[in-house]
């Protein structure tokens, strides 16, 4: 008893030395943080999806504290999150453009050429022989897209993926799971896509599949505002130029071209 009474004493003389000597380190070491911080993370949705350009909702609301980042970058958090986080910063908002990711095919009727049953996954099905449909740029349908979106923006309806406008945010997550770069994210307002992504030639399209582009370049020839051009053997909007006067909606003898909205 004698022996173990000292040591309790010394364990506990110890550890208050200890606590005293944190309580010093935390007070002398410790970081100063902006009150906005919190302030502006409070107003997140929280999805930390990264449609922000940042490693999640806690990155943005830090580089938006500091001043170098826009109050309006929440893709999700639309009009409404940048308001109330421009207010925080005492500035004016800063609303980004909505946009929404387009799937740049529509062939539901391409034939298979062979039977998969792997993984229902789009990644791992495109790496067995480059994927089991005909069109070597189609989408595969197993709904890669679909799992990653974090909203429920995307449906698959009739074997191809479909976004929903109202409820996209364009956080891009569905453009990072196609293992064909089908998806891509564009405003609102560029409307008239093309929805093929097939490079090979007019010929060998038409072979597996009734809606692609076949390069042949009428699009191009009636667009009076020089916003489509065709490279190799497919045919590209530029956004900025594009009127969305539907010119070659009506030019292109396959219908590749149509209005997302």
Known sequence: MEIVFPAVMMLAGLGAVFGI??????????????PRVEQIEESLPGANCGACGFAGCSAYAEAVA???APTGACIPGGA??????????????????KRIAVVHC?????ASRFQYAGVTDCRAAALLQGGFKSCAYGCLGLGSCVEACPFGGIQMV???????PDMCVACGKCVEACPRDLISLHPVKAAVQVMCRSTDKGGVVR?????GCIGCKKCEKVCD???IHVENFLA?????????????LDACPTHAIARVL
């Open 236 to 248: 590209r909007i530029d956004d900025q130029k594009c009127t969305q006067c539907g010119k070659c």
């Open 66 to 68: 500091k001043g170098v």
């Open 158 to 164: 009739d074997g191809l993926p479909v976004v929903n």
């Open 207 to 211: 072979k597996v599949c009734s809606t």
């Open 225 to 227: 505002a020089e916003a």
């Open 106 to 110: 529509q062939g539901r009727n391409v």
């Open 80 to 97: 409404s999150t940048a308001g109330a986080i421009a207010g925080i910063m005492g500035v004016e908002a800063d609303i980004a453009e």
């Open 21 to 34: 000597g944190l309580a010093v380190a935390s007070r002398a070491f410790a970081v100063a943080t902006d």
